[in-house]
């Protein structure tokens, strides 16, 4: 069975641009699978998007789409021809065409029967039934966003592409659109790569997660896998506080805040601390510890209940 979408060695270098956006990157993306690409800005994972939906050619390598080349070095597929589906941050709805007539741009060669019958499933799959003769600017924020999805889907793509599609959402609607993108792309089984800056999204929706640096994928794994056993510092501190743990000689590791417990009176095992700063997150608070270890110079972050500066206490990991 072929991969639905996969890159092998590819490269791109941007005009006047003195590194490779994208540099030697290999990456398969299995079927029905969600891809989440997450990294600081600049650091490749859009432009690995835009190759793949045609808006960008490879200088090296080549792009694949099922069991076709789709881009490389000498070929070039235009976009509408790959069988793509893309979602860009703000929509990009045709304003003066209805609901109906959106979701319809890339059918238009079904008959009118068919044409009638997947709007009528897609709105119905996005929870927006009866919109169909409204216009995007008579929609929110989250139904533009789920009327892009239905458009994107319409045409039963091989691979769905999304680009930032919560950027310009509010917090609580990022986070409910979020459970909504990943409930409709499972229900259909999709194929799909979602490109965020936003390390909660990545989490929330990704099936598997790449981490982009300089061009390059840095790790790639499970969610949990990404959050619970990072690479290296750049890997754990992109997703949150993390310390890196280094004591009696052993093999240091990276433990995030909330499996650290802090307490009061000594148990077994348990390492000696000092608190040196305490500040509250509201939910908990954060103090800032260090090992009363001879000579340490590691510094924890712990959430605690509470806890106040100059205290000892004990840390279980």
């Known amino acids: 069975m072929s991969t639905p979408l996969a890159y092998h060695h590819v490269s791109k270098t941007y005009p006047n641009s003195k590194s490779p956006a994208v540099r030697d990157v290999s990456l398969r993306v299995k079927k029905g699978l969600i891809l989440t690409l997450v990294g600081e800005s600049g650091s490749g994972k859009t432009t690995l998007l835009r190759l793949a939906a045609g808006l960008e050619a490879p200088d090296q390598g080549e792009v694949r789409i099922g069991e076709e080349i789709v881009a490389s070095d000498s070929l070039w597929v235009p976009p509408e021809k790959r069988g793509i589906g893309l979602v860009f941050q703000d929509g990009a709805l045709f304003p003066h065409l209805t609901v109906s007539q959106n979701i319809c741009y890339g059918i238009k060669r079904w008959s009118n029967d068919d044409q009638s019958a997947t709007v009528d499933r897609m709105l119905?799959?996005?929870?927006?039934?009866?919109?169909?003769?409204?216009?995007?600017?008579?929609?929110?924020?989250g139904e533009r966003q789920r009327l892009a999805i239905a458009r994107a889907l319409a045409p039963e793509p091989k691979v769905v592409l999304l680009d930032e599609p919560f950027s310009n959402l509010d917090p609580s609607l990022r986070r409910s659109m979020r459970d909504e993108i990943r409930r409709i792309l499972n229900k259909v089984e999709a194929t799909a790569i979602l490109v965020t800056h936003d390390t909660d999204d990545a989490l929330a929706i990704g099936d598997r997660i790449a981490i982009f640096r300089d061009g390059e994928i840095e790790q790639i794994g499970t969610p949990a896998e990404i959050y619970g056993k990072p690479k290296n510092a750049y890997c754990a501190q992109l997703f949150g506080p993390a310390n890196h743990v280094a004591l009696n000689g052993e093999k240091p590791r990276w433990v995030r805040p909330e499996n650290m417990v802090m307490q009061s009176q000594k148990e077994r095992g348990m390492i000696e601390v000092q608190v040196e700063e305490v500040r509250d997150a509201g939910r908990h608070c954060e103090a800032v510890v260090r090992p009363l270890k001879k000579s340490s110079s590691q510094r924890w972050i712990v959430y605690c209940d509470k806890a106040e500066a100059g205290e000892r206490a004990w840390i279980r990991l």
Do not use: A, D, T, Y
């Not at 119905?124 to 924020?141: D, I, K, Q, T």
């Open 124 to 141: 119905s799959m996005v929870g927006l039934s009866g919109f169909n003769e409204r216009f995007p600017h008579e929609l929110s924020g």
